[in-house]
């Protein structure tokens, strides 16, 4: 039962425009939601995370959108660059929980 | 200086050797863990330590045990290697159970069995 669902296992995307990565979830219990960019043969990098009782959070280039009635989350990297090309991981946990719950990945690749 | 920092970096290994993965971790953190990642990419919780008390163990072959000696280390030892023991194998740490700030990761350790 993958309780977090990335659908798309990659998108590629022009340099400048605008990337969305997407991101569903099953368990309404998760307390926060967060990014994690990982680079080939390196461990994933914490990017962004979201509490389950906001809508959105902004951080630079970076935004991820929560819509919790549709269980769903969104990353938005505006203006893309080239060293956004990545494997981009959806990740939430509980508060009562010590395991973070993970989906496949999207990889993201920008084209100059 | 390294936040997460895992040795050896790669492992080649015949079937049927004993070998040990070290984690340690800067980050004043008390929860450290080890998480597998498989060929299809997935990465799979294995175990955890909240200061050095296991807390998180999921269905592994018990060749696998994990070693605490304090909560900066948290190393991995796997007896008898099989061929399909062949993956990546990260090691994280967080404050408590993580919440926003979520985990940091080491840079991972590329096992091969031959």
């Known amino acids: 039962d993958q309780q977090v669902k990335q659908n798309s296992p990659s998108l590629s995307v022009q340099e400048g425009r605008i990337s969305i990565l997407n991101c569903d979830y099953t368990?309404?219990?998760?307390?926060?939601f967060l990014w994690y960019k990982k680079y080939p043969a390196e461990g994933p990098t914490f990017l962004i995370s979201i509490s389950s009782i906001k809508d959105k959070n902004e951080d630079g280039r970076f935004t991820v959108f929560l819509n919790k009635s549709a269980k769903h989350l969104s990353l938005h990297i505006v203006p893309s660059q080239p060293g956004d090309s990545a494997v981009y991981f959806c990740a939430a946990n509980q508060d009562s929980n010590y395991q973070l719950i993970w989906g496949a990945g999207t990889k993201l690749i920008i084209k100059p | 200086d390294t936040a997460v920092s895992q040795t050896p970096k790669y492992l080649v290994t015949q079937m049927g050797n004993d070998k040990s993965i070290k984690c340690e971790q800067n980050?004043?953190?008390?929860?450290m863990y080890w998480y597998k990642q498989d060929s299809k990419k997935f990465l799979k919780i294995m175990f955890s330590y909240n200061n050095k008390e296991l807390i998180i163990n999921e269905t592994v072959p018990n060749r696998f045990s994990p070693k605490s000696p304090d909560k900066a280390h948290l190393n991995l030892h796997i007896n008898s290697l099989e061929l399909g023991d062949s993956a990546v194998y990260f090691c994280a740490s967080s404050h408590r159970r993580g919440g926003a700030n979520g985990y940091t990761f080491g840079s991972g350790t590329r096992l091969t069995v031959v």
């Open positions: 368990n309404s219990m998760f307390d926060y």
């Open positions: 980050l004043g953190h008390d929860t």
